[in-house]
């Protein structure tokens, strides 16, 4: 009797993974190629972890043209609590800042 040829063996487990293109270019996704929408809550998330009664009424001014003037009078003014001022942490001026460029790219005329 002939001995079998060699036949080849059955792959046991996982398949390996084959890539089309194996030099796939990866990256993190910079900030401005987020949509519109991921943008707005990253910064209010910010806002709401040391500002929560900001955040609430940013989101309830969201999309209203006094949204902007609410923020930028924020700004000026100070947070007030009671009668002292206390400022913002320059993580919060930031994103503050970043939601009103925000609002005017989303409900811009």
Sequence with gaps: MQEPKHLPKPEVGFPTLQWDDEELDTRPMPLYERPLQARVDVELALIAEHHIRIAVAIESFWGHRDCVIYIQNLV???????????????????ALMTLVELHKEAFAP
Aim: glycine share 16%; proline share 0%; charged share 35%.
């Design 76 to 94: 000026l003014s100070g947070y007030k609590e009671g009668e002292k001022r206390l400022g913002f942490k320059s993580e919060v001026l930031t």
